[in-house]
């Protein structure tokens, strides 16, 4: 057996036990219970679909290889249940360092949960060329860094603590994007990492999973959780339709393409996740409509025109999915609370409303900034020799990695 593949069982092992073992700790000397606070069924359930939409959603979302299945589903998989007690671990930390306000059990898992999209995200950048040890590297680095940009834009920006968990697509698109910028291109001729029939299938039902979950993800920190659910619902119906109208008016016979369906369905709720609480509800199609537009035209434009300049491979897609849907968002809430303000409260204080708006954007720009930036630095690390980078040959490959005897009739 080759030295490479013995090299995962020295390590990659070891490190998940080094890893629980000081989650474990923590937990120990630390956590709090969960039967001080008030735990409602209903907070269960919308939990639970989060969770469902996290762990299956993108786990099958991310199935987009032909011979990269068992690798996006596994490691999506392994990435979250490390990931959610690192997140928990952290919030407590910067608690005891007085730094964010502490985790309430129960609500402290559920942005857990959450921030751990950042992760899955970014991973889908990187499918296929990242082996589980950058992977895992990656996602505490990125979690750590998503953690200390929240409480950035929390303590000195003055952005409300829910809101700042729902820049997480944000941060996941463009920390992906950096990462994966550092990572060698694949040989022209090699052809693993193209979709099949089956493959494409099991991705969007993935997609399918994520998009009826998406209303709970957009309301379970929401004060106004039903506005939240009934704007994300028509933004997500909205997008839906255009997704298969331009989809059709793009092609060059006229036909739906798959490709299109996997992700502009989703720009709706990534558009609204940020502004989720409109309430004019025909506000939120538009937004819905508008991300369609701008995740369809984006696929067109980034693959061909701006990743080969630049060197990007986005093997997901991500930017276009949810990078791109999720700047939309920003922008969007920032003129709506301009709106808001000036036309329908009639402010007439401008300087104390630019005031505003200079934290809403700076909010905004120091989580892309953030992103991008530690990005950059994460994929340098990644390929240090001590974390033993894969050849590029080896890249969107299954077998590397897992016992797979049929291979050559998988996907």
Not at 7 to 35: E, I, N
């Amino acid at each position: 057996m080759p030295s490479r593949y013995l090299s995962f069982r020295c390590s990659v092992p070891w490190l998940l036990l080094l890893l629980q073992a000081l989650f474990l700790s923590w937990a120990f000397f630390a956590l709090t219970g969960a039967d001080e606070i008030y735990f409602s069924s209903s907070f269960y359930t919308v939990f639970q679909d989060v969770n469902h939409m996290v762990i299956f959603g993108f786990g099958f979302f991310l199935m987009v290889l032909r011979r990269y299945g068992y690798s996006s589903t596994g490691f999506n998989f392994l990435l979250i249940v490390l990931g959610v007690q690192c997140s928990v671990l952290v919030e407590d930390l910067l608690h005891l360092l007085r730094i964010q306000y502490g985790g309430d059990g129960v609500g402290s898992l559920a942005r857990a949960v959450m921030s751990m999209t950042a992760v899955v995200i970014s991973a889908g950048a990187v499918l296929g060329k990242a082996n589980p040890v950058q992977l895992i590297v990656m996602s505490l680095l990125e979690l750590i860094i998503f953690h200390v940009s929240r409480c950035i834009n929390s303590t000195y920006l003055q952005v409300e603590e829910q809101l700042t968990v729902l820049h997480v697509h944000l941060f996941g698109a463009y920390f992906g994007l950096a990462v994966t910028s550092r990572f060698p291109e694949p040989p022209p001729g090699l052809d693993k990492n193209r979709s099949t029939p089956k493959s494409e299938l099991f991705s969007v039902l993935g997609t399918v999973f994520v998009w009826v979950f998406w209303p709970s993800f957009n309301s379970i920190l929401a004060e106004s959780k039903q506005q939240a659910v009934l704007s994300t619902c028509l933004a997500l119906a909205v997008s839906a339709v255009a997704a298969f109208m331009l989809s059709a008016l793009t092609s060059k016979d006229g036909k739906f393409r798959m490709a299109h369906i996997h992700s502009a369905v989703l720009a709706g709720g990534i558009t609204v996740s940020y502004p989720a609480e409109i309430q004019h509800p025909w506000i939120a199609m538009i937004l819905g409509l508008l991300g369609s537009v701008i995740s369809v035209l984006g696929s067109h434009c980034l693959q061909r025109c701006f990743n080969p300049p630049l060197k990007l491979q986005d093997t997901s897609g991500v930017h276009f999915t949810f990078g791109l849907p999720a700047v939309l968002g920003a922008v969007a809430a920032v003129v709506l609370h301009v709106v808001e303000e000036v036309i329908i409260k009639q402010w007439s204080d401008l300087s104390s409303l630019g005031y505003l708006i200079f934290f809403e954007v700076a909010a905004f720009c120091q989580t892309i900034s953030t992103a991008l930036i530690t990005g950059l630095i994460t994929g340098i690390i990644l390929n240090i020799k001590l974390l033993k980078a894969v050849h590029v040959s080896k890249y969107f490959d299954d077998q590397f990695y897992w016992e797979f005897p049929h291979l050559s009739v998988g996907f």
